[in-house]
Nanobody, 121 residues
Framework: QVQLVESGGGLVQAGGSLRLSCTASGRTFSRYTMAWFRQAPGKEREFVAGVRWLGQDTKFADSVKGRFTIFRENAKNTVYLQMNSLRPEDTADYYC??????????????WGQGTRVTVSS
């Protein structure tokens, strides 16, 4: 069982930056593909970014390419989402997700509770 705890959300002006963190419990973090999803009010949850268990591969949604970066520190059991050039349409609840040795970017077994990001115009 893996427990995920997100942090770093908040209110930021358009054009600003935020860094989200997701820390996992347990000693097997380096086995997990990690990802960030988001869900805006009235919309379905969508994939934002993912990173393989050793950081060997990453993937981004087209809407965030060039603005967001995902990276992990396995020694700290933590994955980060660096968000730059934020736009009002990035406003959403952001969720961290994990799946062991997953080669899929869309299916995950463990989810955090989410952290809210609000981008003002």
């Amino acid at each position: 069982q893996v427990q995920l705890v997100e942090s770093g959300g908040g209110l930021v002006q358009a054009g600003g930056s935020l860094r989200l963190s997701c820390t996992a419990s347990g000693r097997t973090f380096s086995r997990y593909t990690m990802a960030w999803f988001r869900q805006a009010p009235g919309k379905e949850r969508e994939f934002v970014a993912g990173v393989r268990w050793l950081g060997q591969d990453t993937k981004f949604a087209d809407s965030v390419k060039g603005r967001f970066t995902i990276f992990r520190e396995n020694a700290k059991n933590t994955v980060y989402l660096q968000m730059n050039s934020l736009r009002p349409e990035d406003t959403a609840d952001y969720y961290c997700a994990a799946r062991e040795y997953s080669t899929s970017w869309t299916t995950y077994d463990y989810w955090g509770q989410g952290t809210r990001v609000t981008v003002s115009s």
